[in-house]
């Protein structure tokens, strides 16, 4: 059956939501997904560094602003200057636009954190729709940016906008960060960050960011963790001039000898990491935590069709998310100056770089992990009494994250999603590590959720991204309903 | 001092060997560099597959033809139709050129093969010369293909003409076998040489080839033996498509964690091969071979200062040489399918495949290695019980090749090098993998000797290639006193 359409939809749920009687916003506006076929028409690809496409972000962010100054905001618009590619190519940065809208300090401060660029899409890819023209299918809406993450930061506009439109008083002071450069690594926004830090965001309350899916296709979720990562290069050198194994193999140490060596014994077969120490403060699994991991909703069945992967290292749900999200993991990525291509040589590589990188979780330590590592395989390496040399370095680290589930907002959008959805949502967490959920926790201090609108099945970042009309319709609803319960824990 | 030049150079050194009375060849002819001045000119580069080089190939094996002519030989230069390269493109193959002298059923026949490609070079490359030009520099004469392989085919050819020069009789029957494709594998040579099995190779009694460096820069050294070898992948897969760390890491049997375990498990720090009964079919090292390997003149500290490497696994110059030229070495090439390149990129490969190989030496089997290595590798990965899919591969097989250093040509060369440096050889082997001479030696199933003329620092495939002038001259007299020898002690 077809859900049905705009008002229509909005009003149908606005009555069951009358009857439970829990909050007083009725539905009558913004339900439509017009906006978010105009904003995903637009190309603001940041991946390619092409002037037409910084110019296409630049377009879309000057339409954000005025839709958010047509909601009666406060817009800046931040010129972050351009940036210089590895090509020497001089790009503009587009700006991020701080937004404001009520100062009342009898109510709290929300923060929204969204971006408006896109990952690239070309049609021939694989998309089934033109990837920047929205289109309808059985409920979802395909389009490039639907789900990550321009429909999610119109739900959270169309939120504000129903209480406006109804003449209601909006519970809470509302903000907004909105960039344009997060799918490129957020270029400038840390910086711009530490520079509000006592000024727009000297009174912001709560951070909120739904830039991730929910781990099921019907069940909505919040998310309190993301894990960190450590990068790491392993270097064996001999000379800078590669050896032909005819004049040189058989009395040499082989730097490539001495490199799979060290990177085999980093980790087990059963995924095990072999580095002594790197488990010690990893945070005790709590019964409170375990309950979390049975209650949510995972076909294993279906999650392991869909990753084609004939057998994973664990068989139940629960081991399965918590190897994903609150143990520690180490891969191995490559390995650079050897030979990598199709064929045959018989080269014995000079100098070769080792590349693995650990998912740090609460609350290991980047440097005493570094520590443990680069002692752990100048041990193994001092042992194999090789004439080359050595030299590990860690080359990035990005801290884990993890919110008390207990903070006022969290409760606050747990109830909400009781209200809107009818159900307690999974709590659950991100494997991969997204900085900035840390770096607003470091830098404001302030609380910070991810509280996500779309489905597991969205495909962000691959061909045919969707967002279910319905995720974008109970999402909407659900950031009102989220403004009502935190104003009134808050006060 | 500067060595006198020309045919002074040449009558100098014939009244010494006059005076030892060892044989009646005077050297009044052919001892100015002016046909090797002419022929390093074609840049006649088998590597770069390019219409113009091919050209200058066959160019070059035109003018070879009719300096073969000119000395008598009737001469083949049999068409070897073309070549379709991995890119489509189809070439047309240089001919490979059958020369013989002389049918006399008393006399011994030689056979010569040597070749008239290069390797490609560059001025801008670091050469100090036109690398096309050849350049007499304090008695050496620098220019691509001076040493690899046209100087040496000129030094045959000067042989045979000093016997004619002087109305001497020629003691052997000579044969050519000329090609122009070695540098680039030696294309349709093997089947030429097994088409003429029968006919141009049915009485040739010894086959020369001088193709390699003596491993001295100041005596000469008489090579009877190179290792094969024995190319292998080892492919682990999981999916066909890459992972994200962030995503996936935790839960997989990882393929890089199972490869460079598998990998590492192959040779030891001290350069020992792990598959068991690797070592079984290995020659044992007689006394004889022993003494070989103390008399050979090896400056280990100057050898270790050229090579840029700290420290060898071994100390002595017997176990260095035995260790490259007896024993089987193993080395690992690199990875195919990993992240290679710079940076730091957080992917998970799904399918990666390893790369080594093994330098077989006599009387190793290319069948029992394949399958001890298979062996190996599958259990060590069933230990793992990863449910990843494992395919070991053999992908090259390249057998060694030793000569008995009793037979006839070995001591006549022996003799005659006696005669012409008055110093008795080095005998050593080339721990590189050669295939020619066990080609000739399988199909024509006659004695092969490896006598080369040039010295350890002649530079073959490197900036500067370069001949001495000592050693081109001598060589020439060298080829000559072999014919001499050859023949006596065949009859």
């Known amino acids: 059956e077809k859900p049905k359409e705009g008002r229509l939809a909005g009003l149908t749920t606005l009555k069951t939501l009358n009857k439970k009687q829990r909050f007083a916003v009725p539905w009558p506006i913004c339900m439509t997904p017009e906006s978010l076929k105009e904003w995903v028409a637009i190309e603001s690809d940041s991946i390619q560094p092409l002037p037409h496409f910084r110019q296409e972000i630049f377009k879309m962010m000057d339409i954000a ?33 701080l937004a404001e809208l009520g100062n009342d300090p009898k109510k709290p401060t929300v923060c929204f954190y969204g971006h408006l660029d896109v990952q690239p899409a070309k049609k021939e890819d694989g998309w089934h729709t033109d990837p920047f023209t929205l289109v309808e299918v059985d409920g979802k809406l395909y389009g490039r940016g639907a789900t990550d993450n321009k429909g999610p930061v119109l739900a959270w506009i169309n939120a504000v906008g129903a209480f406006q439109a109804l003449n209601q008083d909006i519970p809470v002071n509302i903000k907004f960060i909105i960039e344009g450069m997060e799918e490129a690594g957020s270029v400038s926004l840390d910086e711009l960050v530490k520079r509000e830090k006592d000024r727009f965001f000297s009174n912001v309350d709560y951070i909120v960011i739904s830039d991730n899916l929910w781990i099921s296709k019907k069940k909505p979720a919040l998310i309190y963790g993301t894990r960190g990562n450590i990068y790491f290069t392993v270097e064996v050198k001999c000379r800078d001039q590669d050896f032909h194994s005819g004049t040189f193999g058989g009395i040499l140490n082989e730097p490539m000898a001495d490199l799979v060596s060290l990177l085999g014994s980093l980790v087990d077969s059963s995924g095990h990491i072999l580095i002594p120490g790197i488990y010690d403060n990893v945070a005790p699994l709590s019964e409170e935590e375990k309950k979390m991991y049975e209650t949510i909703d995972l076909n294993l069945e279906e999650y392991q069709n869909n990753s084609q992967v004939e057998r994973f290292l664990f068989d139940t749900k629960e081991e399965i998310l918590m190897h994903l999200w609150r143990y520690p993991s180490l891969s191995i990525h490559g390995i650079e100056g050897a030979f990598h291509e199709p064929g045959a040589k018989t080269v014995i590589p000079a100098q070769v770089i080792g590349k693995f990188s650990i998912r740090l979780v609460p609350y290991m330590n980047i440097s005493v992990v570094e520590t443990q590592v680069k002692k752990y395989l100048e041990d193994i390496f001092s042992q194999r009494n090789s004439s080359n040399k050595l030299k590990v370095n860690m080359t990035l680290g990005v801290h884990p994250w993890i919110a008390n589930i207990h903070d006022i907002q969290y409760i606050a959008a747990r109830r909400a999603i009781k209200t809107v959805f009818g159900v307690d949502p999974d709590m659950i967490r991100d494997g991969s590590t997204i900085p900035i959920a840390k770096t607003f926790q470091d830098i404001i201090q302030k609380s910070v959720m991810m509280l996500p609108l779309g489905a597991v099945d969205d495909g962000e970042h691959s061909q045919n991204e969707k967002i279910n009309r319905y995720n974008y319709i109970e999402g909407s609803k659900l950031f009102a309903a989220f403004f009502l319960e935190v104003a009134k824990m808050h006060s």
Chains 1, 2 share one sequence.
């Open 65 to 97: 602003a005025d839709k958010l100054r047509h909601l009666g905001a406060a817009v800046d618009s931040i010129d972050m200057g351009h940036q210089e590619l590895p090509d020497g190519q001089n790009l503009p940065i587009p700006p991020i636009l």
